[in-house]
């Protein structure tokens, strides 16, 4: 019998779906990538999962949602390359940078930036609001500066090994850049580490992304933008 | 020299507050709790959190913010009793939980229907929304089927044993208790499951708060409800 492949239900530009790409990609675990329009009728989202949201992983032969409870999976079932520290202080860092991106970021940010510029357009729900834009691109220059404060004493966003929280938080930004919404020349430290990061493997398949209708920027997939 | 005291930066009825307390108090970590009023003019919760939120928890000379960051680190530290299970798997199933309740829970039941009949009460920042009310407890409802079908095959929220996704779960629910807009009389599984983490030491505190303007439902602290 052969272990069932494993597969992602997800959305290019969701940042929840790209972090979980990430880590498979970095883990190197193969999967095959299943577009999931769950606003479309016919959708079959609810059976796979009862909170009908994408990321959606099959992996052993299950149905797992919840992108960082599937991360931290990957990472304590895969454990190379490990992205989580060892000691429990540094794990609470980590953890609380993905947290950061997940919750507030996302808030502040990534949805409502992507909600008007991308998931109107392609869900046909209405036009750009664009006081949503401007607050989202209001809010991401502090939290540049907060990351790059961050990275000023550091080699990683958590610490001196790559994380997690590295991934989240490139599955977030990744997904602005595709709009040409991340301003890079705000720092220099945190470009230098987002050039890092995209050069790994592992983002390949993300730098690879054609959404029709929305052309990602010109240096979206240049690694030396 | 001393250790410094735990201290938690909180508010009684924000349920990421009362996931920390209540794990601490599992934990028997003794803890002593400010009231964080962050929409005052001279808060100073910007010092101890750049994300400007509760909880912060002040703990071995550290400020620590994240709820979900916060249980898994204690839980790391503090082991008895284990609040997470052994295996991989289940740990999964624990963040799964975790994580469904504090964004999709909270987003679609806790944070409309306190947002309209607690925060704009105590921030005196308006009069309540009836149809934001009335989408969060149409919400509940498939909320608590789900959670009472997870209970019939299952002695607690995760599995059979007690872990972080039961105290997560019982932080949002007994926020909405507290305010009458939980109705036990829909499952009687989920009530006796609640019942039975009611009565647990760790909630006594969490079952005393009183909010000054709004009081707690009749019920709201009586252990057989
Ligand atoms: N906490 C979830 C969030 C997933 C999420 O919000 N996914 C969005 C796409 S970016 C979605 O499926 N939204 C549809 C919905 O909520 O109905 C995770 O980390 O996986
Ligand atoms: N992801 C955070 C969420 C914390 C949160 O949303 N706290 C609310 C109170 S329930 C808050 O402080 N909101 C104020 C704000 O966002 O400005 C956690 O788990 O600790």
Request: aromatic share 10%.
């Amino acid at each position: 019998m052969n272990t069932p492949a494993t597969r992602l239900y997800h959305l290019a530009l969701s940042p929840y779906c790209r972090k979980v790409r990430l880590v498979l990609g970095e883990k190197k675990i193969e999967v095959e990538l299943v577009e999931e329009r769950f606003w479309e009728a016919g959708s079959e989202i609810a059976r796979r999962n009862p909170a009908g949201r994408v990321p959606v992983l099959r992996h052993e032969g299950r149905l797992m949602a919840e992108s960082q409870a599937i991360v931290e999976y990957l990472d304590e079932t895969v454990p190379n390359p490990p992205l989580m520290p060892t000691t429990a202080l540094e794990r609470y860092e980590v953890r609380r940078l993905c947290a950061w991106f997940d919750d507030k970021f996302n808030a502040e940010v990534t949805r409502p930036v992507m909600t008007e510029r991308v998931w109107k357009k392609v869900m046909k729900t209405g036009y750009p609001d664009s006081r949503e834009i401007k607050s989202g691109l209001k809010a991401i220059k502090d939290h540049m500066d907060y990351l790059a404060s961050l990275l000023e004493g550091r080699k990683w966003l958590a610490g001196n090994q790559l994380t997690l929280a590295d991934f989240t938080a490139a599955a977030h930004l990744s997904c602005l850049d595709y709009i040409s919404d991340v301003d890079w020349d705000r720092s220099g430290v945190l470009r230098d580490w987002y050039a890092t990061i995209k050069s790994r493997p592992c983002f390949r398949a993300v730098l690879a992304d054609q959404v029709p209708g929305i052309p990602p920027a010109p240096h979206y997939a240049v690694l030396d933008f």
